[in-house]
């Protein structure tokens, strides 16, 4: 908040001028309301809610869960509890198979809090554009899926599980992400796990062989699109199961 201080000085410094002729170059003044609102966005920007999980048997510890609110400009929507905790059982099944297991969440910090609550020893890296996400110190990695290999040479080749939540529903955006998982998954037996809108299907299962399972997504804001968990494994009985290809 020095910032806001700051800037509350110097615009009250400058008020004074408010009633002389304005010139084209005079400093941008802001009025109270307006430095009032934009002190309320900030704060709110950096404030974390806290949701209530579903039933807590699964959960080790307390049933709460901190998240920083949601910033719609950069298509931010987190999951229901439900969800998260679904997907985050899931990631911690899966990992029993991998000795040393490392799991990257890519563009999922929901899912990364779900994990850390699960088992806070799991080997979780979050690679993330939203720099409020730092607060998880060495397991955040600043993420633009425009510079999808942009990222530390240690990553290379080293996860065993990889969540994606690509943050826009666009070919494009689609094809950056997968550079990103060729990048992050270790060579032979890595798995996939691909949160994005129905409307990718068709490029999701070109790009990164993945398939569709029953269980669907939701999130906390109600959005338009429906949204489908693709993996790139059979999950037996487990978000049960794999849905049926159509006959084409
Ligand atoms: C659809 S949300 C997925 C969040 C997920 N549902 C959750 O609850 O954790 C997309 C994510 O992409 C991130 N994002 C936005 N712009 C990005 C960019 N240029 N590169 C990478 N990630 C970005 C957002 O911060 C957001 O966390």
Redesign the pocket.
Known sequence: MEGVDELKKQNDDVLPQQNRDVEDDDPLVLSSQALAALQEFIADQNKTVTTTTPPPSTLAGEDKVELVTEDWR??????EPET?ETVAEEVFTLSSRFSGCRVACI?????YVYLKKKDPSLNVQLL???MRFERYGSEFTF????EPEDLPPHLKHCFHIIVA???YLSKECLERVTQTVSFLATPVDSLLLL?TGDVQRGRAGEMLGVRPCVFKPH?SSKLGNEFRLFLSYDPGTRLGGLEEEEDS
């Open positions: 950069l298509s931010q929507f987190w999951y998260a563009a999922c910090p929901t899912l993330e554009y939203d993420y633009d899926y425009n939540d690509p943050p949160l999130h």
